[in-house]
């Protein structure tokens, strides 16, 4: 494309630095009560940095289950609504560390140790009157379930594996007073079984799929609010899974979301409109699992979890949990009249009229060096057309961008303003095998990343090993809202 002369960089600096609306960056409030309740563990230091997160639907809040060392994992709510139970990894990357523990969501009760033994105790769930707790234990050898009263005496085993099997991840319905967990055959491939609470009526639920060998299948059953159906994963080879839900009284299996990635840690809205879930994407620049929700029905994911800072590794969800908003018709934001800021380039050609079509026609900076490597980066500032912040549903994000260098540790970059932490939180990282345009995707809909002044904020990065200088070259930068319905 024919660029512009060097004489016109300072005309397009001042209109990078100076077009769009306003410079708002105040976070929304946190003052809000929690709907959910999320084990996670930092990608960095998962031992050191792990803690139970309660926030709401929208990814506000900040407070967080009294915490000690350790990583908390598989936390599930009683239904008292303010007792929770959990695992927690007592020694680093060692399973058979994990005992279960008790604690309370507004800390008028101190943390109590449940189980104490030399074998693994995991993946605890309530009964519906809240009085014995399910769990996973192989603490006579195979792993099975076992019950426990709710001050953790009184355990015994109550089911017995396949030989060479094992049995894990269950779930207690409130409405039926029915079980399902999930049971490995001696080759390690799972399928979904459900019981009655006395354990006296056991059935095969699902088949497992097609997949065979150890760890395919079927993992993570949750229940409908209703008992009558059960989402949970399916795990078709090593790095992929889809989310799926089984008809109970059937097992009729239906896919609700298929990804080249992998999904964990299904649970269902109160309102059964939607599923949250972890969401693991590699291959769309994301490895680490990330919370996400998608309609009942089935459909697109969206992260309620954007950026890549944390591992999800459990996940409940509170009574108090709001349906979904209605959404009003989707809006393309216009690039045109967003603020173009010259992040870090040692030089900048183009307009933003160059950022509205994927067509070629490329905003191109060209890379400064900053310690040690070459980084060119602009911030694109949008005014959201709605009339409260908390109005913003759902953003999805769509950039076309290239580097004209690539080496085996460079990257492109998508990162998304965070105001409360005043940083930007990376929500997609690719290291491109050619020059060609890449499209560097995400869809959120965390409130954590919208600022009060209604305005959001999206980079796009190369970030490029030590050599030459490069080119930044930028096609599009696309921005969808589904706003609230009036």
Known sequence: MPLPSRSLLAAVACTAACGGGGGGSNPIGNDTLPQLLACRARVDSPFQFAEIALRDDRNLGTRR?????????????????????????????????????????????????????????????????????????????????????????????????????????????????????????????????????????????????????????????????????????????????????????????????????????????????????????????????????????GGAASLLWPDERWNLVGLDLLPTLPTAATPAAPVTLDVEQAQVQIATASSVFGARSQLVDEDGNEYVLTTATVDGREIAAINVRFDLPVAAATDVLDLQVRLVARATRIDGDSVLRAAIYHPHDERFDTAVELTPAATTPQALEFRTSSLRHVTQERQLRITVIADLAAGARAELRIDQVRVVLLPKAN
Do not use: Y
């Open 65 to 297: 289950v009294g915490d000690r060392a350790g990583t908390e994992l598989h936390a599930r709510l009683h239904p008292d609504g303010n007792t929770v139970v959990f695992a927690r990894e007592r020694t680093p990357n060692d399973p058979a560390s994990r005992e279960i523990f008790a604690s309370t969501l507004d800390g008028s009760r101190g943390e109590v140790r449940l189980s104490q033994n030399t074998g693994r105790d995991d993946d605890p769930c309530w009964s519906p009157d809240g009085n014995t707790i399910l769990f996973a234990s192989d603490r006579d050898g195979a792993l099975a379930l076992w019950k426990m009263s709710e001050d953790g005496s009184a355990a015994t085993r109550f089911t017995t594996p396949l030989t060479g099997g094992s049995d894990g991840d269950p779930d207690w319905s409130r409405s039926t007073d029915t079980i399902v967990w999930s049971r490995a055959d001696s080759t390690g491939r799972h399928t979904l079984w459900r019981s009655s609470a006395d354990g006296l009526t056991q059935v095969n639920l699902t088949d497992g799929g097609a997949a065979v060998g150890a760890g395919m299948g079927d993992h993570a059953p949750s229940f409908t609010p209703d008992g009558q159906s059960v989402v949970f994963v399916r795990r078709l080879t090593a790095t992929n899974s889809v989310l799926a839900r089984a008809d109970v009284a059937t097992g009729a299996v239906a896919v609700l979301h298929a990804t080249p990635g992998e999904v964990g840690t299904p649970r269902v809205a109160p309102a059964a409109d939607r599923v949250f879930f972890g969401l693991l994407e590699p291959a769309s620049g994301r490895a680490s699992m990330r919370l996400a929700t998608v309609p009942i029905a």
